[in-house]
């Protein structure tokens, strides 16, 4: 054999594990290295671990709305440690899994960061050996973006230590408007925390809907989030005991945390990309064609480390793609449409295919359907919070492009929908299925009133 392997992944999250499982049992010989713990961020300290935080935030709303279904609720409490710890038992258990399905698999892992060499070469470089591959997969991912040169920047966390925090906050400062940041202020508000949300645009979500965007604003701050817009950080030092923030209003905020969530950066730096003659976009993402591969033949690249849709189902597809294309002779081109995504914020999101906006850039004529309720499960017990859903088609098919849900299991509701969007479904198809009652659900299939469709008599 030419090399020591036939394929060598770096990164040993969703998609690298993915790839590296499909690979070795269609008969290639392929190691993988992970520089941190098997699983990945999704595993380790993204989906699944916010998830269980997310459920563990719902009990408080569930407490409040008691009363009004008849229950008398004691005095509850939360404790932190309980909860962070069983998370991390599941995070320990799940990476356990990943960790014995490769090996099962016949991958051999090097628990240990790589770097590419050459076109065909990866070292490690704890033990500093040297591997030869006939393809290098890069599956590492991306990690929280920072505002390097903020002062004080060294007392703000990401995503990645939220997980781990020895004590709940008092009060948090989430620094972001973007998903992992009312995820987050679900997550801490839900807790007991005093949340505030600063964030440098004026709206909230940028690349949702605009009616979802506007929504969500009333509901987090409905939620008792505090958000403040159009502001920046400009310093973080220590006070008596407490981080005081300067924002660039002048305004000076005393918090016990500051979590950076203003994006991800693809993981390339230092990598050795740009020594093989990988091309790399602005960001720092591999740039690869509808197969994954890069501009030097023998490397590939999956998932967030591409930036081309950073979630961990696309990462998953793309892996299994690659792996079929190569070693199953199966060519398969990675289809990243109508993809369904979720905020677990309060109220969670549910969203797929064109907003309302992407959908005018591209179709002559839009019909949009659209409602606002409060929800049945919120009449007893007093909590206002309203539910949006918000339905996209082409005026001239009938053809739905997005469905767009902000309100309870939203998420829920769109994997579904998003199935009927992919199959390219119409409006009048849509409608024919019977509501089901009584459900929030089925609010979807009764939005037959246009509400504004510019350029045809709605
Ligand atoms: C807080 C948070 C919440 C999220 N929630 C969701 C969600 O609800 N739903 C969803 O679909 N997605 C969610 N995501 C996104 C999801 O986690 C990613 O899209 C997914 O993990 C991408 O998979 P990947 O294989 O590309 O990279 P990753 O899972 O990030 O794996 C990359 C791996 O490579 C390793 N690595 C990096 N460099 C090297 C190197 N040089 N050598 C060896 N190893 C290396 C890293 O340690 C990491 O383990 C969330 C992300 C975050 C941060």
Redo the contacts with the bound molecule.
């Keep these: 054999m030419k090399y020591d392997y036939d394929l060598f992944v770096?990164?040993?999250?969703?998609?690298?594990v993915r790839a590296a499982r499909i690979s070795s049992l269609a008969g290639a010989k392929v190691a993988i290295?992970?520089?941190?713990?098997i699983g990945?961020?999704?595993v380790v300290?993204?989906?699944v671990p916010?998830?269980f935080l997310v459920y563990g935030a719902e009990f408080s709303q569930m407490l409040a709305d008691a009363p009004g279904y008849g229950w008398t609720v004691g005095d509850a409490t939360f404790n932190w440690p309980t909860l962070r710890d069983n998370v991390q038992k599941e995070v320990t258990r799940l990476s356990g899994i990943y960790a014995t399905n490769i090996a099962k698999a016949g991958v051999t892992t090097f628990e240990e960061?790589?770097?590419v060499v050459d076109a065909h070469t990866v070292r490690l470089t704890k033990s500093g050996s040297e591997l030869t591959a006939e393809r290098i997969l890069i599956?590492?991912?991306?990690r929280p973006y920072l505002p390097e040169g903020l002062p004080g920047l060294e007392l703000g966390i990401t995503?990645n230590e939220a997980f781990l925090l020895d004590k709940l906050p008092e009060r948090a400062l989430i620094v972001g408007g973007g998903y992992?940041a009312l995820e987050f202020a679900n997550i801490f508000h839900g807790l007991g925390s005093k949340v505030r949300i600063l964030h440098r645009g004026d709206k909230l979500l940028r690349g949702f809907d605009d009616d979802l965007r506007a929504h969500m604003h009333i509901e987090v701050e409905r939620s008792g989030v505090a958000l403040t817009m159009k502001a920046t950080l400009t310093k973080l030092e220590m006070s008596g005991g407490a981080i005081r923030a300067t924002l660039s209003t002048g305004e000076k905020v005393d918090t016990d945390v500051v979590l950076f969530a203003i994006g991800?950066d693809p993981?390339t730096a230092g990598?050795g990309l740009e020594r093989a003659g990988v091309k790399l976009d602005d960001e720092g993402a591999v740039i690869v064609d509808e197969f994954s591969r890069s501009c030097v033949p023998s490397i590939y690249a999956?998932?967030?480390?591409t930036n081309r849709m950073?979630?961990?189902?696309v990462?998953i597809r793309d892996g299994h793609a690659f792996a079929n294309t190569i070693y199953n002779n199966l060519p398969t081109p990675v289809d990243h449409s109508f993809v369904p995504s979720?905020v677990?914020g309060r109220p969670p999101i549910g969203s797929v295919g064109l907003t309302e906006s992407d959908a005018r850039r591209s179709f002559d004529l839009v019909d949009i359907y659209r409602t606002s309720f409060r929800p049945m499960r919120n009449m007893l017990s007093g909590n206002q919070e309203r539910t949006l859903m918000k339905i996209v088609a082409d005026g001239s098919s009938g053809k739905l492009l997005g469905v767009h849900i902000a309100g309870e299991d939203a998420p829920e509701m769109i994997q579904l929908a998003a199935v009927a969007v992919k199959a390219g479904v119409t409006k009048k198809q849509w409608d024919s299925t019977m509501a089901l009652h009584p459900t929030a659900a089925e609010e979807l299939v009764l939005m037959r009133e246009k509400v504004a469709s510019p350029g045809s008599p709605a």
């Design positions: 770096i990164g040993a999250g969703s998609g690298g290295a992970e520089e941190y713990r990945g961020t999704c300290r993204g989906c916010k998830k960061r790589a770097e599956a590492t991912g991306g995503s992992v991800r993981c990598l999956i998932g967030d480390v950073n979630l961990t189902p990462a979720a677990f």
